[in-house]
């Protein structure tokens, strides 16, 4: 199948500083992209719909100016999380449709974000 | 909106019993079902998708599930649990764009 690559894998970082996590898909071009974050015991949640060339597309509760989006290119998704709190610290996940296939997500590896 | 939900936050089985996860699904339009297993921090491994080819569905590791229509249902089995199967299952709908939405989960514990 598709790959959807994510990076780093885990992160930690000092509280009030940013963080940035790329999503990359290896084998196929994505012109939306999907973001999750997982709380300890908790189930993924959406965060955003990344949308190649304009803007991303945040739930309801999810601050933009905080969780701040790019995807500048078919196959790049970033994820910036600004002046970050220790209530941050969770785990990221991205996710990528193949264009090509069914509507199977592909997801990354996923990011932990630990926040000191 | 399309949703899922899974009965049971926790499932408990011996080892070499049924293992049956339940998930009831809500859509208007026909879904696209996956279930994933997580293991303590990793991320997800798909185990199976429903894609309408076929309701019966077979997936890695001994996993099936069986589309039920009239139920609204896909849940997930396995006739003989192993220790290795212990982890966090979840139960997702996409939509055509690949967004997916994932059920709360189920631990499941194999007791020895």
């Known amino acids: 199948g598709a790959v959807v690559s994510q990076h780093p894998s885990w992160v930690i970082c000092k509280s009030g500083t940013s963080v940035k996590i790329e999503c990359r898909s290896l084998?196929?071009?994505?012109?939306?992209m999907f973001w999750y974050r997982q709380f300890p015991k908790q189930s993924l949640m959406l965060m955003a719909t990344?949308?190649?060339?304009?803007?991303?597309?945040?739930e309801q509760g999810v601050e933009k100016d905080k969780f701040l989006i790019n995807h500048a290119s078919l196959t790049l998704s970033t994820l910036t999380v600004t002046s970050a709190h220790p209530e941050d610290s969770s785990f990221y996940i991205c996710?990528?449709?193949?264009?090509?296939?069914?509507?199977?997500?592909?997801f990354g590896q996923g990011t932990r974000l630990t926040v000191v | 909106a399309q949703s899922v939900t899974q009965l049971g936050s926790h499932v408990s089985v011996s080892e070499g019993a049924l293992v049956l996860l339940r998930c009831n699904y809500s859509s208007s339009v026909p879904p696209y079902l996956f279930w994933y297993v997580q293991y303590p921090n990793q991320g997800l491994q798909l185990l199976l998708k429903?894609?309408?080819?076929?309701?019966l569905v077979k997936g890695i590791n001994g996993f099936e599930a069986e589309f039920k229509k009239s139920e609204t249902s896909f849940h997930l089995t396995k006739p003989s649990a192993h220790m290795s199967d212990a982890a966090e299952y979840f139960c997702?709908?996409?939509?055509?764009?690949?967004?997916?939405?994932f059920g709360d989960g189920t631990t499941l514990t194999v007791k020895p």
């Open positions: 084998d196929f071009q994505a012109t939306t």
């Open positions: 990344s949308n190649e060339g304009s803007k991303a597309t945040y």
């Open positions: 997702a709908v996409n939509t055509n764009a690949g967004k997916s939405t």
């Open positions: 996710s990528a449709r193949d264009p090509r296939g069914t509507t199977e997500a592909f």
């Open positions: 429903y894609t309408s080819a076929a309701t």
